[in-house]
C-alpha cells in the first residue's frame, strides 16, 4: 500500500470522526438551550 495514501486516508478517518462528533455536540448544545428558553416563555 502506497504510504501517502494510507495517511490520507487515516487523516480523512479522523477528521470525518472529529466533525461528526463536533456536529453532535452542538446538536445536544442546541437542545438544551431551546429547553431553556421553553422554560423561560412559560416562566
Do not use: W
Request: glycine fraction near 4%; include cysteine; charged fraction near 15%.
Amino acid at each position: 500500500m502506497n504510504p501517502t495514501f494510507y495517511a490520507l486516508s487515516i487523516t480523512l478517518l479522523i477528521s470525518t470522526i472529529i466533525f461528526h462528533s463536533a456536529e453532535a455536540f452542538d446538536d445536544k448544545l442546541l437542545g438544551e438551550s431551546n429547553q431553556i428558553c421553553a422554560v423561560d416563555l412559560r416562566g
